[in-house]
């Protein structure tokens, strides 16, 4: 603990430790007031507050992430009291509980491995909450309500569902950038531990990106989404993805139906770069899946790999998007015959 305060206080750090746990605790309890006795002085007071309300709100968990503002008072013999405004009150906090109390036996059922409850919480959020563009709402209350939400609500109800669906999880906030743009904005999103493993999930991305590909961010290392996402340096204690994709670790003979229908979204198959390479593999009528780096000239890579085999293909059909985590374009390709 003086560690963590040191980054932000460099004085009184003993005094803190007397104060700060106890604020924390109530945000977690998500607690409206809190009232202590702290020993400190009225110069330095009003800025360790304002300094450790901050990384609270970074570090306080699902509550944290709700604080609004608050206001505090406090006396020359350090009574202290602080009223604390969150983006739902307590009785939609509690209602979001029930509701997502209720929903879960409707999403999970015994035997379902953790992957396979991620899958339907995903499902559930991305198909019933669109993004809230006039950015009015903030809460998974709201969320819930209106059927739409920024990123908090996407993250914060998705973090709700997986806490009572048994599955460990993290929130990540930071800054975000669409591909292609420069432009930043504040952004929180999930952690979720699957198979011993740690992955980034973005409930807010995929729903925006659902008519398309719904698992676009879904359960991506570090490294895939550096380009897009980067963490708030002021948050601590966040779980490292592997290097190792999680598409790579997950196929394999047990999976089940459900598991299985994501795969295309998320597994980009062979990456091409040499029409020759597919060339050499279509050898019979069949589906062939692959990709190709971001750029490429589809139809002219086609030409080109399809000219060799002119008497044995008579149809090929071809379609296609771009995964912008993968950074690639997927492909799938029907031989119908000789």
């Avoid at 490429?296 to 790999?305: G, P, Q, V, W």
Wanted: with cysteine.
């Amino acid at each position: 603990m003086p560690t963590i305060i040191y980054l932000f206080i460099k004085s009184d750090i003993n005094s803190m430790l007397e104060w700060m746990p106890i604020i924390k605790k109530a945000v977690q309890d998500g607690k409206e007031s809190v009232k202590f006795t702290a020993k400190t002085t009225e110069k330095k007071f009003p800025e360790q507050v304002k300094n450790a309300m901050e990384f609270i709100s970074f570090n306080g968990g699902y509550s944290g992430f709700l604080i609004n503002n608050y206001n505090m008072t406090y006396s020359s013999d350090g009574d202290v009291s602080i009223d604390i405004k969150y983006f739902q009150s307590r009785q939609q906090t509690l209602a979001v509980e029930e509701a997502v109390k209720k929903q879960i036996p409707l999403l999970i059922s015994n035997g379902m491995s953790d992957l396979e409850k991620l899958i339907a919480i995903h499902d559930y959020i991305i198909k019933n909450i669109s993004y809230d563009h006039s950015y009015t709402n903030r809460s998974p209350f709201f969320a819930l309500k209106d059927k739409k939400s920024v990123c908090s609500g996407f993250a914060l109800l998705g973090g709700r569902f997986l806490h009572h669906a048994g599955i460990k999880h993290f929130f990540i906030c930071g800054d975000s950038r669409q591909p292609g743009e420069n432009r930043t904005e504040k952004h929180i999103w999930n952690k979720v531990n699957i198979r011993n493993d740690w992955y980034n999930v973005d409930f807010t991305w995929d729903s925006c990106s659902r008519d398309v590909n719904p698992y676009n961010y879904f359960c991506t290392t570090d490294s895939q989404l550096k380009k897009t996402h980067q963490p708030e340096k002021k948050q601590i204690d966040i779980p490292e993805s592997p290097q190792e994709l999680f598409y790579k670790k997950i196929i394999n003979k047990t999976l089940s139906k459900e598991e299985k229908r994501i795969l295309k979204y998320i597994y980009p198959g062979q990456i091409l770069k040499d029409p020759m390479e597919l060339t050499l593999q279509i050898k019979n009528p069949g589906n062939y899946n692959f990709s190709v780096p971001i750029g490429t000239d589809i139809s002219k890579f086609l030409n080109s790999a399809i000219q060799p085999l002119s008497k044995i293909v008579s149809s090929i059909e071809s379609s296609y998007f771009n995964n912008e985590v993968l950074n690639v374009i997927q492909v799938k390709l029907i031989v119908l015959g000789r």
